[in-house]
Protein backbone atom coordinates (compact mmCIF):
# COMPACT_ATOMS: atom_id res chain seq x y z
CA UNK A 1 0.00 0.00 0.00
CA UNK A 2 1.44 3.60 -0.84
CA UNK A 3 0.41 6.48 0.24
CA UNK A 4 -1.04 9.42 -1.86
CA UNK A 5 -0.60 12.95 -1.65
CA UNK A 6 -4.09 14.47 -1.28
CA UNK A 7 -5.27 16.76 -3.38
CA UNK A 8 -6.13 20.41 -2.13
CA UNK A 9 -9.76 21.23 -0.96
CA UNK A 10 -8.61 25.03 -2.26
CA UNK A 11 -6.37 26.58 -4.88
CA UNK A 12 -2.95 27.52 -4.12
CA UNK A 13 -4.13 31.14 -4.52
CA UNK A 14 -6.71 30.61 -2.58
CA UNK A 15 -5.43 31.53 0.98
CA UNK A 16 -4.04 34.94 0.19
CA UNK A 17 -2.94 37.33 1.16
CA UNK A 18 -2.33 35.14 4.54
CA UNK A 19 -0.93 32.36 2.68
CA UNK A 20 0.69 33.58 -1.14
CA UNK A 21 -0.09 31.00 -3.77
CA UNK A 22 3.96 30.16 -4.67
CA UNK A 23 4.75 29.16 -1.00
CA UNK A 24 1.30 26.94 -0.77
CA UNK A 25 2.79 25.59 -4.57
CA UNK A 26 5.89 24.76 -3.29
CA UNK A 27 5.08 23.31 0.26
CA UNK A 28 2.21 20.88 -1.46
CA UNK A 29 3.99 19.98 -4.67
CA UNK A 30 7.39 19.94 -3.58
CA UNK A 31 7.65 18.95 0.10
CA UNK A 32 4.71 17.40 1.34
CA UNK A 33 5.01 15.47 -2.40
CA UNK A 34 9.01 14.94 -1.10
CA UNK A 35 7.92 13.24 2.35
CA UNK A 36 5.19 11.14 0.37
CA UNK A 37 7.64 9.43 -2.05
CA UNK A 38 10.55 9.01 0.30
CA UNK A 39 8.35 7.63 3.17
CA UNK A 40 6.63 4.79 -0.14
CA UNK A 41 10.48 3.97 -0.63
CA UNK A 42 11.33 3.99 3.10
CA UNK A 43 8.59 1.38 4.08
CA UNK A 44 8.96 -0.55 0.66
CA UNK A 45 9.06 -4.22 1.52
CA UNK A 46 8.69 -3.72 5.33
CA UNK A 47 6.25 -4.58 8.13
CA UNK A 48 5.43 -0.81 7.93
CA UNK A 49 4.02 -1.19 4.53
CA UNK A 50 0.52 -2.51 5.18
CA UNK A 51 -0.07 -0.04 8.40
CA UNK A 52 -2.22 3.17 8.58
CA UNK A 53 -0.13 6.30 9.00
CA UNK A 54 -1.03 6.76 12.71
CA UNK A 55 -0.13 3.06 13.72
CA UNK A 56 3.09 3.66 11.56
CA UNK A 57 3.86 6.89 13.93
CA UNK A 58 2.94 5.24 17.06
CA UNK A 59 5.70 2.60 16.65
CA UNK A 60 7.95 2.52 19.03
CA UNK A 61 11.95 2.72 18.06
CA UNK A 62 10.90 3.87 13.98
CA UNK A 63 13.23 3.65 11.50
CA UNK A 64 14.68 7.74 10.83
CA UNK A 65 13.75 7.94 7.14
CA UNK A 66 10.13 6.34 8.50
CA UNK A 67 9.55 8.90 11.22
CA UNK A 68 11.15 11.82 9.40
CA UNK A 69 9.17 11.57 6.22
CA UNK A 70 6.05 9.42 7.89
CA UNK A 71 5.84 12.37 10.07
CA UNK A 72 5.60 14.91 7.02
CA UNK A 73 3.51 13.24 5.35
CA UNK A 74 0.94 13.05 8.09
CA UNK A 75 1.86 16.60 9.96
CA UNK A 76 0.78 18.40 6.39
CA UNK A 77 -1.90 16.19 5.18
CA UNK A 78 -3.50 17.66 8.88
CA UNK A 79 -2.25 20.93 8.34
CA UNK A 80 -3.79 21.55 4.72
CA UNK A 81 -6.87 19.93 6.23
CA UNK A 82 -8.03 22.38 8.82
CA UNK A 83 -7.23 25.68 6.67
CA UNK A 84 -9.71 27.26 4.62
CA UNK A 85 -10.15 30.27 2.18
CA UNK A 86 -13.32 30.75 4.51
CA UNK A 87 -11.24 30.06 7.73
CA UNK A 88 -10.79 32.06 10.36
CA UNK A 89 -12.93 33.68 13.21
CA UNK A 90 -13.80 31.73 16.55
CA UNK A 91 -15.28 28.53 16.95
CA UNK A 92 -18.47 27.34 18.07
CA UNK A 93 -20.51 24.25 19.72
CA UNK A 94 -18.07 21.71 21.52
CA UNK A 95 -14.76 23.15 20.56
CA UNK A 96 -15.40 26.31 22.03
CA UNK A 97 -16.83 24.66 25.33
CA UNK A 98 -13.69 22.28 25.65
CA UNK A 99 -11.33 25.22 25.21
CA UNK A 100 -13.14 27.92 27.43
CA UNK A 101 -13.18 25.02 30.03
CA UNK A 102 -9.15 24.01 29.38
CA UNK A 103 -7.79 27.23 28.82
CA UNK A 104 -10.07 29.77 30.21
CA UNK A 105 -11.03 31.45 26.96
CA UNK A 106 -10.43 31.38 23.28
CA UNK A 107 -7.58 34.62 23.57
CA UNK A 108 -5.92 32.39 26.55
CA UNK A 109 -5.81 29.09 24.05
CA UNK A 110 -4.41 31.52 20.46
CA UNK A 111 -1.72 33.15 23.57
CA UNK A 112 -0.91 29.78 24.54
CA UNK A 113 -0.50 28.67 21.01
CA UNK A 114 1.30 31.53 19.63
CA UNK A 115 4.17 31.22 22.63
CA UNK A 116 4.31 27.34 21.09
CA UNK A 117 4.80 27.92 17.81
CA UNK A 118 7.47 31.39 17.99
CA UNK A 119 9.40 29.64 20.63
CA UNK A 120 9.95 26.16 18.55
CA UNK A 121 13.88 26.79 18.17
CA UNK A 122 14.63 25.60 14.21
CA UNK A 123 11.90 23.71 12.71
CA UNK A 124 8.98 22.14 14.10
CA UNK A 125 5.23 21.90 14.83
CA UNK A 126 2.64 23.61 17.23
CA UNK A 127 -0.57 21.82 17.85
CA UNK A 128 -3.66 21.44 19.82
CA UNK A 129 -4.14 18.32 20.66
CA UNK A 130 -7.67 16.04 22.28
CA UNK A 131 -7.25 13.61 24.29
CA UNK A 132 -9.47 11.75 26.98
CA UNK A 133 -11.58 14.53 26.23
CA UNK A 134 -9.06 17.03 27.35
CA UNK A 135 -7.33 19.61 25.26
CA UNK A 136 -3.89 20.22 25.56
CA UNK A 137 -1.03 22.50 23.52
CA UNK A 138 2.47 21.73 22.82
CA UNK A 139 4.97 22.09 20.48
CA UNK A 140 7.25 19.14 18.62
CA UNK A 141 10.83 19.45 16.61
CA UNK A 142 11.33 18.80 12.89
CA UNK A 143 8.79 16.25 11.35
CA UNK A 144 7.87 14.47 14.90
CA UNK A 145 4.45 15.02 15.86
CA UNK A 146 2.53 13.99 19.31
CA UNK A 147 1.68 10.44 18.31
CA UNK A 148 5.34 9.67 18.21
CA UNK A 149 6.73 7.69 21.13
CA UNK A 150 8.20 10.32 23.69
CA UNK A 151 6.41 13.18 22.07
CA UNK A 152 3.86 15.63 23.84
CA UNK A 153 0.89 13.12 23.53
CA UNK A 154 -2.78 12.97 22.55
CA UNK A 155 -4.35 13.21 18.91
CA UNK A 156 -3.47 16.08 16.95
CA UNK A 157 -6.26 18.31 15.83
CA UNK A 158 -4.99 21.03 14.74
CA UNK A 159 -1.12 21.94 13.73
CA UNK A 160 0.90 24.70 12.53
CA UNK A 161 3.89 24.22 10.60
CA UNK A 162 6.55 26.70 11.68
CA UNK A 163 9.18 25.25 9.20
CA UNK A 164 10.75 28.72 7.23
CA UNK A 165 9.80 26.41 4.40
CA UNK A 166 6.03 27.44 5.40
CA UNK A 167 6.56 31.26 5.12
CA UNK A 168 9.96 32.70 4.39
CA UNK A 169 9.17 33.46 1.03
CA UNK A 170 6.91 36.10 2.46
CA UNK A 171 7.12 37.00 5.91
CA UNK A 172 11.21 36.03 6.10
CA UNK A 173 12.60 36.08 8.85
CA UNK A 174 8.87 37.80 10.56
CA UNK A 175 7.72 34.11 12.17
CA UNK A 176 4.98 36.19 14.17
CA UNK A 177 3.64 37.62 11.57
CA UNK A 178 2.53 34.17 9.87
CA UNK A 179 1.32 32.65 12.98
CA UNK A 180 -0.62 35.71 13.25
CA UNK A 181 -1.89 35.31 9.64
CA UNK A 182 -2.28 31.25 10.22
CA UNK A 183 -5.57 32.95 12.53
CA UNK A 184 -7.27 33.99 9.58
CA UNK A 185 -7.89 30.61 7.73
CA UNK A 186 -8.16 27.89 10.45
CA UNK A 187 -11.42 26.05 9.23
CA UNK A 188 -12.68 25.60 12.96
CA UNK A 189 -15.57 23.01 11.70
CA UNK A 190 -12.35 20.92 10.26
CA UNK A 191 -10.75 21.05 13.73
CA UNK A 192 -13.92 20.37 15.70
CA UNK A 193 -14.74 17.79 13.56
CA UNK A 194 -11.37 15.74 14.73
CA UNK A 195 -12.43 16.02 18.22
CA UNK A 196 -13.35 12.33 18.98
MN1 LIG B 1 6.12 22.06 5.74
Redesign the pocket.
Known sequence: MAFNLPDLKYEYNSLEPHFDAKTMEI?HSK?HAGYTNNLNNAIKETNYENMSIEDILKSSDLPVGIRNNGGGFYN?CLFWSILSPNGGGEPEGKLIEAINRDFGSFENMKSEFNKAAATRFGSGWAWLCFDNGMLSICSTANQDNPLMDGQCGGTPIMGL?V?E??YYLNYQNRRPDYINAFWSLVDWNAVENLMS
Open positions: HHHDWHA
